[in-house]
């Protein structure tokens, strides 16, 4: 039976994973976050990967914390860039199958085009360039990886926008929204979908490394996603647009950061939904924890 070592298997996409493990009886999970193994310490990596036999590593740990880490860079390239190093490092000689998650905050928000896998990246945050640092290393030291930009996340698990917006939606009779970021929601549960048929293919000799990029379908701006999640969640409260200046924040944001899925599509055979689809689905599976 194949193994497959899930770090931050706490998050929402590691949540997610673990939600649909069920379906892989072919394969054993061993999800991990920082309290079981730290990625950060090279030897427990090494040590790790020894003791379980490792097949597949799908990285899903990362420092998400946006403006955070405009003051904490220390801590974003810890685990955006070096844990990923230990990971490589570690995967490489064994011929470990490395998926690493990665962001839409690579590029700087300028095009008015989908970008694609090979469209300059220019990050404009601590966060956007230390998880460049981190595919970039990964790519270096272990070609034969594959890294998967995303955006947007949310899930039913953890704390994310969707969540966020039901609270508010909850507490106030009026909501303001920026309007003028546009990207694609990401259901943390079709990504999750999505890696596992990535590692699918690999079992298949059919894995193509590279980098990829997934989001749902379709695209929005922030507001149209906070207008779409108040009417799935039936509540009343009034989302008003405004614009980026109208909230600052301590880091940049893109202003347009919709990613082309053309070549995910192709190369693993994936269907995408289109996102509010998925924001349906998603609510659904929130509303049933509840």
């Known amino acids: 039976m194949k193994k497959i070592l899930v770090t931050g298997g706490n998050g929402q996409l590691g949540c997610c994973i673990r939600a649909i493990a069920g379906q892989y009886p072919g394969y054993e999970f061993l999800f991990t976050d920082v309290d079981t193994l730290d990625i950060c310490n090279r030897q427990a990596v090494e040590e790790f990967v020894e003791a379980n036999r490792v097949d597949y590593i799908i990285n899903c740990?990362?420092?998400?914390?946006?403006?955070?880490?405009?003051?904490?860079?220390?801590?974003?390239?810890?685990?955006?860039?070096?844990?990923?190093?230990?990971?490589?490092?570690?995967?490489?000689?064994?011929?470990?199958?490395?998926?690493?998650?990665?962001?839409?905050?690579?590029?700087?928000?300028?095009?008015?085009?989908?970008?694609?896998?090979?469209?300059?990246?220019?990050?404009?945050?601590?966060?956007?360039?230390?998880?460049?640092?981190?595919?970039?290393?990964?790519?270096?030291?272990?070609?034969?990886s594959v890294v998967v930009r995303t955006s947007w996340l949310y899930s039913e698990y953890g704390n994310n926008f969707l969540k966020t917006m039901i609270r508010l939606g909850n507490e106030r009779e009026e909501l303001n929204v920026i309007f003028d970021q546009v990207g694609t929601p990401t259901y943390a549960g079709d990504l999750a979908q999505a890696l596992m048929k990535i590692v699918e293919a690999a079992a298949q000799d059919a894995f193509c490394p590279g980098v990829y990029h997934f989001s749902n379908e379709g695209v929005c701006s922030w507001y149209d996603f906070a207008t779409a999640i108040m009417k799935v969640a039936g509540l009343d409260c009034k989302v008003c647009p405004i614009e980026t200046s109208e909230y600052p924040t301590r880091a940049a944001r893109p202003h347009y950061s919709v990613l082309n899925k053309t070549k995910i599509k192709l190369d693993y055979k994936l269907h995408i939904p289109h996102w509010e689809k998925s924001l349906y689905n998603c609510y659904e599976k929130l509303s049933k924890q509840s």
């Open 61 to 144: 740990a990362a420092y998400t914390a946006v403006d955070k880490a405009e003051d904490d860079e220390a801590t974003a390239i810890l685990i955006n860039r070096d844990a990923v190093s230990n990971l490589a490092e570690v995967a490489a000689p064994r011929g470990i199958k490395v998926i690493h998650v990665s962001t839409d905050y690579v590029f700087d928000g300028t095009s008015y085009l989908p970008y694609t896998e090979n469209a300059p990246v220019c990050p404009v945050s601590v966060y956007g360039y230390t998880k460049l640092a981190g595919e970039n290393i990964l790519q270096a030291t272990c070609p034969g």
